[in-house]
């Protein structure tokens, strides 16, 4: 029965490297929203996929920032030439087909906890 | 664009008093309220919500009530405990829409003092 499961925990970079997080999502949950949470401060939406498909990316920074959720395997959050501002906490959660679901509720992974040196 | 207003950024309470966390929508079409719980290191969990067509829902010590016409919701914890210590974020999305995306507000530290 496990939770949206999200990896690393703890991710150290130094500026110009890529950042890979990964969140595979509750069992029966098609759909993966990606939040950025800066230090004190709330959660930012940044990406909402389904399976092979970006439905919304409007938190999106333009440029070094992408997300995919393939056919097989978890959902990844991938950070290109990350800076000193990327630092911060990306949540995921998951929910399942708003279609089909019953209720409102996302259900959140742990976090990726991002240090760029 | 929409927009989540949380009040206030930090509250104190000594334990055994009630605390009151306010919030303020922007998006009408918004249905879908819900109050989530962060600790320190750890994910959001979800605490309790509401949808707009409810006035008030109550679990134990917390309740939520929602004005929909002043679009304002807010959060109660009565008989507050140190456990109760935490950072706690509204939400509001529009469930029905094809679509879970929450605004979120931007937190309020609750720290109970024993």
């Known amino acids: 029965n496990a939770g949206v499961m999200q990896n690393p925990r703890h991710l150290v970079r130094r500026r110009g490297q890529e950042a890979r997080l990964r969140c595979s999502p509750m069992k029966g949950h098609s759909h993966v929203y990606w939040y950025r949470q800066l230090p004190e401060e709330g959660l930012k939406f940044m990406v909402y996929l389904q399976k092979e498909n970006i439905i919304d990316e409007s938190g999106m920074p333009k440029e070094r920032f992408s997300a995919e959720f393939p056919k097989e395997g978890p959902s990844i959050l991938r950070i290109q030439q990350v800076v000193r501002g990327d630092s911060a906490a990306y949540f995921c959660?998951?929910?399942?087909?708003?279609?089909?679901?019953?209720?409102?509720?996302?259900?959140f992974g742990e976090g990726s906890r991002l240090t760029v040196l | 664009g929409e927009n989540v207003e949380q009040h206030p950024s930090t509250l104190s309470v000594q334990e055994g008093d009630s605390a009151v966390i306010k919030c303020t929508y922007s998006d009408s079409a918004s249905n879908y309220f819900p109050w989530y719980k962060q600790e320190l290191g750890k994910g959001p969990q979800l605490i309790i919500d509401?949808?707009?067509?409810?006035g008030e829902k109550k679990d134990q010590r917390i309740a939520v009530t929602l004005n929909k016409t002043a679009k304002h919701f807010s959060l109660h914890i009565t008989e507050t405990q140190p456990e109760d210590s935490a950072v706690y974020f509204c939400a509001a999305s529009k469930v029905g829409s094809g679509t879970y995306k929450y605004i979120f507000g931007t937190g309020t530290r609750l720290k109970v003092l024993a």
């Open positions: 509401i949808r707009s067509n409810v």
């Open positions: 959660a998951s929910s399942p087909s708003p279609q089909t679901g019953l209720t409102g509720e996302l259900f």
